[in-house]
């Protein structure tokens, strides 16, 4: 699956079914979170046997979402290790998907949704109840509006992946005391307010932008 710009849209639909697979899922989680591991690693973590995972892993790695890789420290070279392959993968927009696709699409951002929410609130909660350090202030969180065209819309997105790829270093290039940092991004425009029914009892949008940060 080699990356393209402006991304790479993944258009098989055995592809974004290996990807839809919820404990897959968890694995690729795992795997970003944690950095590489072996499927007996992964088993033990995720309460699977070895064989699930393995079986996960290889078709994973079918479709180029993993790959088996050297680990870094020598007495760990034991089994096959596996880590996830970043990379900007895209699905193809709701105009352009058949019945099927939009079916396995929507099911696996369902699972994407509930499991980053999961993981932003599970860390944060660690983060408190740990020793305080440095990064327990470092769960950034932000809220915002905008009055935009949908081209504008679009180029708002490609500046933030181009934003994304700025700080991207390959492992061996990673700063010390460099953590691994999860980032979402979520931009949805609202109901268009000349069809919305409750119009009339609104106020007019004047555009001004609106944002919260922590």
Same mark, same amino acid.
């Given at each position: 699956?080699?990356?393209?710009?402006?991304?790479?849209?993944?258009?098989?639909?055995?592809?974004l079914?290996?990807?839809?697979q919820?404990?897959?899922q968890?694995?690729l989680?795992?795997l970003?979170?944690h950095?590489?591991?072996?499927?007996?690693?992964?088993?033990r973590?995720l309460?699977?046997?070895?064989g699930a995972?393995?079986?996960h892993?290889?078709?994973l790695?079918r479709?180029?979402?993993v790959?088996d890789?050297v680990?870094?420290?020598?007495?760990?070279r034991?089994?096959?290790w596996?880590?996830?392959?970043?990379?900007d993968r895209?699905f193809?927009?709701?105009?352009?998907?058949?019945?099927? !696709?939009?079916?396995?699409?929507?099911?696996l951002?369902r699972?994407?949704?509930?499991?980053? !929410?999961?993981l932003?609130?599970?860390?944060q909660?660690e983060?408190?109840?740990?020793?305080p350090?440095?990064?327990?202030d470092?769960?950034?969180y932000?809220?915002?509006?905008?009055?935009l065209t !949908?081209p504008e819309?679009?180029?708002?997105?490609?500046?933030y992946?181009?934003?994304m790829?700025?700080?991207?270093?390959?492992?061996?290039?990673t700063?010390?005391?460099?953590?691994?940092v999860?980032?979402?991004? !979520?931009?949805?425009p609202?109901?268009d307010p000349?069809?919305?029914?409750?119009?009339?009892?609104r106020p007019?949008?004047?555009g001004?932008?609106?944002?919260?940060?922590?």
């Amino acid at each position: 699956m080699p990356e393209k710009p402006g991304g790479t849209e993944i258009t098989e639909l055995a592809a974004l079914k290996a990807l839809a697979q919820p404990r897959r899922q968890q694995i690729l989680q795992h795997l970003t979170l944690h950095g590489p591991a072996t499927s007996a690693i992964l088993a033990r973590a995720l309460g699977l046997n070895t064989g699930a995972t393995s079986y996960h892993l290889r078709e994973l790695a079918r479709y180029g979402f993993v790959t088996d890789t050297v680990p870094q420290e020598p007495a760990g070279r034991r089994g096959r290790w596996w880590r996830a392959v970043p990379g900007d993968r895209r699905f193809p927009p709701p105009s352009r998907r058949t019945p099927e !696709l939009s079916l396995v699409i929507d099911e696996l951002n369902r699972h994407a949704y509930a499991a980053d !929410l999961a993981l932003f609130e599970r860390l944060q909660r660690e983060s408190a109840d740990a020793a305080p350090d440095e990064w327990a202030d470092a769960f950034a969180y932000s809220r915002g509006a905008l009055s935009l065209t !949908l081209p504008e819309l679009r180029a708002f997105f490609e500046e933030y992946i181009a934003l994304m790829n700025r700080y991207r270093r390959p492992g061996a290039d990673t700063a010390p005391g460099a953590r691994t940092v999860h980032t979402r991004l !979520l931009a949805f425009p609202a109901p268009d307010p000349a069809t919305a029914p409750d119009r009339a009892s609104r106020p007019p949008f004047t555009g001004r932008p609106e944002t919260d940060a922590s």
